[in-house]
């Protein structure tokens, strides 16, 4: 998979170009874009238990692209 550095639904639609990070939910962390405002998309399929196990997915790009919304 090639390795994003910005969210690919966060752009669509002219959707801002936001920068890839890990965030946290109840379901756990995930791969996804936020705003001064809070999240803005969950970008991967999957969630981690723990915040370094998503930080190492999202380095080596060993995560799923979300394609929809």
């Not at 874009?33 to 915040?51: A, I, L």
């Not at 998503?54 to 929809?68: D, F, I, N, P, S």
Request: net charge neutral; charged share 20%; hydrophobic share 30%.
């Amino acid at each position: 998979m090639k390795k994003l550095s910005f969210g690919y639904l966060a752009s669509l639609s002219n959707g801002p170009q936001l920068p890839l990070q890990v965030l946290k939910s109840r379901a756990g962390f995930y791969i996804g874009t936020c705003t001064d405002e809070g999240p803005y998309t969950r970008e991967s399929e999957e969630y981690w238990r723990e915040f370094s196990a998503a930080q190492v997915a999202l380095e080596h790009g060993l995560w799923t692209q979300r394609t929809h919304c």
